[in-house]
């Protein structure tokens, strides 16, 4: 559901590799900005579970859903929530957790399965909503930053009042866009600062 504003990136941006689930999990919607991505000269790169992608000193590892390795199996699923990227960024002793809108379903398979949760910073599940944000999956993190994205009043008022004691409870420093604009997170590879910036 927030596909589209892909496209006015591609349009703003040069963008040089565009990272793909493959044919596995690719609908109408997908293929059709993989197809723009294409022609506006990306490279279009697989993700492929637990495998990192290197960034000069940064490692990007997709730890959901990504594609197994081995054949692609194929398939015109619906893209739906849990199927959001999870993606793990590490800079020297750095890292942060990029969890898109997935639910608390997709965060008990994580906390099963992934020996890799632990992050500094944790890019809060689906905005904020109760039905994510498990205790389970905050504890397996264990992050020092959890950031909210949503928008100012927005009408699921997001991030909810239950969401937001789970967290409190944790000890976790809380960062919000409809509170507190864009949120900046400034690194050396060893500590980080957080910037606020209350206009954007």
């Excluded at 504890?139 to 100012?152: C, E, M, N």
């Amino acid at each position: 559901d927030h596909i589209r504003g892909l496209h006015s990136l591609l349009d703003l941006f040069p963008v040089k590799h565009f990272l793909t689930l493959g044919e596995s999990f690719v609908g109408w919607r997908l293929k059709n900005l993989e197809n723009k991505a294409r022609k506006k000269g990306s490279e279009l790169i697989p993700l492929i579970m637990n495998k990192p992608i290197t960034l000069g000193e940064v490692r990007l590892i997709p730890l959901h859903p990504g594609l197994e390795p081995g054949p692609p199996s194929n398939s015109n699923r619906r893209i739906d929530n849990d199927l959001s990227l999870v993606l793990r960024l590490e800079y020297k002793n750095f890292s942060m957790l990029f969890t898109g809108d997935i639910g608390e379903k997709t965060e008990e398979k994580l906390t099963a399965t992934s020996q890799q949760l632990k992050a500094d910073v944790l890019k809060g599940p689906h905005h904020g909503s109760r039905f994510s944000n498990s205790s389970d999956f905050i504890k397996a993190v264990r992050p020092s930053t959890v950031i909210f994205s949503s928008g100012y009043l927005n009408r699921m008022h997001h991030p909810h009042p239950e969401t937001l004691e789970r967290y409190q409870e944790a000890g976790v420093d809380i960062r919000r866009t409809d509170e507190h604009g864009a949120v900046q997170i400034i690194t050396d590879g060893n500590g980080y600062e957080i910037r606020t910036h209350e206009s954007l």
